[in-house]
């Protein structure tokens, strides 16, 4: 941990011992009972930090998942079953997993305000089944047993604090891995994530285990708090209440969670003593909620943003004033990195595609497109707009199925492999709009892209090498150039076979995107990484790449060395819009191989 986690989590654990020592002194009876409907409540809204907050799920029935914790608990109670309270808790949440994961399954497929319905579905269904079913003991009027040193409210306040914090301190360490930083890219991109390696399927239902285990234990304390529990005390309301303050509020940050417990503990109390119906806190909620949604960012998650701004500006202005200002004239940037002539590789092919044809209906997007990187090489693939560069990067990467031809790397067919799979494999890819997850630094960025855990120093080479700030500085300050930088970085970090890389050069200036292109051809070399490179900027092409490939309408019109291909007749007719394309002389007489003319 650094050392602002470690003030952070001992400043929070005195705060917990605190309130542990005061709450059972100094408070009545009665506000310790709301203490502890705050405690448990927060423990819930935990919950929604993970599936809500984390993966950016619209989950409406984390309170029937509550409900089967309580269930198993009272169950467990009724039949006076070996092991006491503690261990029924824990198994009240474990009860609550496969649930949780049957329900992420249908995540798997549809997403947003349609995945809504579906778990708000789950939870009506769960009201009914509660309704005409009692809770066990209700009937025989056995209330749960409470652990012995933990059987008066004052000390049942202390139990409750402290499954709160063991919860806050787990999903802390689980927020810092890459599982707990891939639910934040998937909140922002599935496709990133996809692109990175991740298991979009492996980290949704994850987030739904994880989260329904959480409010399985807060179902469990619940009964151990009111010793019997009723339907009501689960309704689709309550469900509906705190989906609107998790967004609200933004419960995976601790402070936000805690917030969440105490409004959610003094609501009813507040509009009690107002004289005003109690649905009526839902909807003040659910109002701000709709705000919360159109700004995109939570209560908890600005404030943290501007602190951690604030932070990362003087940081840059420390940089800054110790490197002096920086001079973006041509002849600088040249000094920095020299000039680097591409060198054709001579190595076994790394990625090959033969013969790719991709539909779409009636539209040929690629028309029996061949292509190959060789190991230790920077290619290029270049042509108009509409020319089917994007199509064939995405097709490749398996973002794009039911294509016909066959695409190998190192050898191996992989056209049956998923995006993440392939990625895995060593096939990385950016996008020409990138989705970073502002939330994150760009240490964390890298070791997402990565999928390891990166050591400083190899960070801060590749963040140095492509002219990113440091890493402690958050992606939510930098500009939209240094974050296309920052996804080509992430796509080198992983060692992959092959990077394609899709318009990297775009939003950067004449003399950045030269000083890109000289980068690009070092790494190689430097980092053992092959390129595939889809760009518009010819001088960059230049920089980098020793072969091109043009598209021109899905076809293939020309490929190469570098040089003899910009100056093919046939790529400059495609460029410049002429109607008639030279045909296969053209490309014999300037070394690129000859190809068929290209039809519409």
């Known amino acids: 941990m650094s050392a602002i986690n470690v003030r952070s989590t001992a400043i929070g654990l005195g705060l917990a011992v605190a309130a542990c020592v005061a709450v059972p002194a100094l408070l009545s009876s009665y506000w310790i009972y709301l ?48 092991g006491g309270f503690l261990l029924w808790l824990l198994l009240g949440g474990l009860a609550a997993v496969p649930v949780g994961v049957a ?108 989260s329904a285990f959480i409010a399985g234990i807060g179902g469990g304390l619940l009964a151990g708090q009111l010793g019997l529990v009723v339907s009501s005390n689960f309704s689709m309301g309550q469900s509906l209440a705190m989906f609107a303050m998790a967004i ?20 009813a109390t507040i509009m009690d003593k107002l004289k005003l119906p109690q649905d ?40 800054k004033d110790a490197t002096g200002p920086a001079d973006p004239a041509p002849a600088v940037t040249q000094a920095v990195t020299p000039a680097v002539t591409p060198v054709a590789a001579t190595g076994e092919p790394c990625l090959a595609v033969r013969d790719l044809t991709v539909r779409f ?49 190192d050898g191996r067919s992989i056209d049956k492999l998923t995006p993440s799979v392939r990625a895995r494999r060593g096939l990385r890819r950016t996008f020409q709009t990138t989705v970073i997850a502002p939330e994150l630094t760009q240490y964390e960025y890298l070791t997402i892209g990565a999928g390891r855990r990166l050591a400083k120093a190899e960070a801060d080479e590749l963040l140095d090498f492509f002219g990113c700030p440091p890493g402690e500085v958050p992606v939510s300050i930098v500009d939209v150039g240094t974050r296309r930088l920052l996804d080509v970085a992430a796509a080198i970090a992983a060692r992959p076979k092959v990077a394609l890389l899709d318009e990297p050069a775009a939003g950067q200036s004449a003399a950045e995107s030269l000083l890109l292109g000289r980068r690009l051809a070092q790494v190689p070399e430097r980092f053992g990484v092959s390129i595939l490179l889809v760009e518009h900027d010819m001088e960059l092409v230049r920089a980098a790449c020793s072969q091109v490939t043009v598209l021109d309408f899905g076809h293939v019109i020309a490929s190469g060395p570098t040089e003899a291909v910009l100056e093919d007749p046939a790529v400059m ?14 490309g014999a007489e300037t070394g690129a191989e000859p190809v068929a003319e290209p039809t519409a």
């Open 573 to 586: 007719a495609a460029y410049l819009g002429t109607a008639e394309v030279p045909g296969t002389e053209t």
């Open 280 to 319: 009526l806190g839902g909807m003040l909620f659910g109002v701000l909620a709709i705000f919360a949604l159109r700004s995109g960012i939570s209560q908890t998650d600005m404030v943290r943003a501007r602190k951690r701004e604030r932070a990362a500006r003087g940081l840059l202005d420390k940089v």
């Open 35 to 82: 203490a502890i409907t705050a405690v448990v409540s927060g423990v819930i809204m935990q919950s929604y930090g993970v599936i809500v907050g984390r993966a950016g799920v619209m989950s409406l029935c984390q309170w029937s998942f509550a409900a089967i914790g309580a269930w198993v608990v009272m169950r467990l109670n009724l039949s006076d079953a070996p």
């Open 361 to 409: 209906g009636r539209v040929v997007a690629l028309d029996s497109v061949d292509l190959t990187v060789p190991a230790g090489s920077v290619v290029g693939l270049i042509g108009p707009n509409g020319a089917g560069k994007s199509t064939f990067i995405a097709t490749v990467t398996g973002f794009v199925s039911g294509y016909e031809g066959a695409v190998e790397l």
């Open 103 to 210: 329900i992420g399954l249908p995540a798997l497929r549809i997403r947003g305000v349609n995945l809504a319905v579906i778990t708000f579905g789950f939870a009506v269904s769960a009201d009914l089944v509660l309704n005409v079913n009692q809770f066990p003991g209700t009937s025989e009027l056995k209330t749960v047993v409470r652990p012995s040193m933990f059987a008066t409210n004052g000390r049942y306040f202390i139990l409750a604090v402290i499954v709160f914090t063991v919860l806050a301190i787990g999903l802390a360490l689980l927020n810092r891995t890459r599982l707990g930083m891939s639910w934040l890219e998937l909140r922002h991109s599935e496709r990133a994530a996809a692109a990175h390696g991740i298991s979009v399927a492996r980290s949704k239902l994850a987030a739904f285990a994880i």
């Open 248 to 267: 609200l509020i933004g419960p995976h940050n601790i402070e936000g969670a805690i917030m969440g417990g105490v409004m959610g503990a003094i609501m």
